[in-house]
């Protein structure tokens, strides 16, 4: 099974500022088979995010995609006050699928 | 428009059973996975499983084999996961969703809006 941790933890920032979330793999995750989901509470997680790099419907372009492998990264341009949420990362590339344990993204 | 639509909370003692649903409209239910995925309290999502309803394939995290039962009837666009014997570490979140393609691997687009099980005695 593949183990994903992100980091940090929790990101503390303020709107308008730039975010940068990390998700690594134990192993290399075939074909970019990464996904980005949000999660507010109360409500079921959203994708954001998938094949490392591709904007779910509906999705702003503030939100982007990038790496391959083993590591692989969101980022929100511009905070907007409804981002502040928890951000998980999955990986579907094995028969097996498995998400990270999320970041916080809090208002600084 | 693609919907799943869960069942309600459960209030369950330990050792009972139960088996909630997931009931899918909106598109061609057969043709797509559909994932159940639990998140304990404050906690992070674990996926737990996944079903095709066409032929009831079925596929089971390590974590989660032999302790609950993932089954579809297609007959009527509904996925379950049961319990035989529940415990007091089953109080969770459950949420089910459907895989965005019907075939290979894709992520989870669509999400039920989750059923809560407590157990507890």
């Known amino acids: 099974e593949i183990v994903l941790t992100q980091s940090p933890g929790t990101l503390s920032l303020s709107p308008g500022e730039r975010a940068t979330l990390s998700c690594r793999a134990s192993?290399?995750?075939?074909?970019?088979?990464l996904a980005w989901y949000q999660q507010k509470p109360g409500q079921a997680p959203r994708l954001l995010i998938y094949g490392a790099s591709s904007r779910a419907t509906g999705i702003p372009d503030r939100f982007s995609g990038s790496g391959s492998g083993t590591d692989f990264t969101l980022t929100i341009s511009r905070l907007e006050p409804e981002d502040f949420a928890v951000y998980y990362c999955?990986?579907?590339?094995?028969?097996?699928?498995?998400f990270g344990q999320g970041t916080k993204l809090e208002i600084k | 428009e693609v919907q799943l639509v869960q069942s309600g909370a459960e209030v369950k003692k330990p050792g009972e059973s139960l088996k909630i649903s997931c009931k899918g409209s909106g598109y061609s239910f057969t043709s797509y996975w559909i994932g159940w995925v639990r998140q304990m309290p404050g906690k992070g999502l674990e996926w737990m499983g996944i079903?095709?309803?066409?032929?009831?394939?079925?596929r089971y995290s390590p974590s989660f084999q032999g302790q609950v039962t993932i089954s579809a009837d297609k007959s009527i666009s509904t996925a379950y996961l049961q319990w035989s014997s529940l415990k007091a570490s089953d109080t969770a979140m459950y949420y089910c969703?459907?895989?965005?393609?019907?075939?290979?691997?894709?992520?989870?687009?669509?999400w039920g809006q989750g059923t809560l099980v407590t157990v507890s005695s």
């Open positions: 192993q290399s995750v075939s074909s970019s088979y």
């Open positions: 969703a459907r895989q965005k393609y019907g075939s290979g691997r894709s992520p989870l687009d669509y």
């Open positions: 999955q990986q579907y590339g094995s028969s097996l699928c498995s």
């Open positions: 079903i095709y309803p066409g032929d009831s394939d079925t």
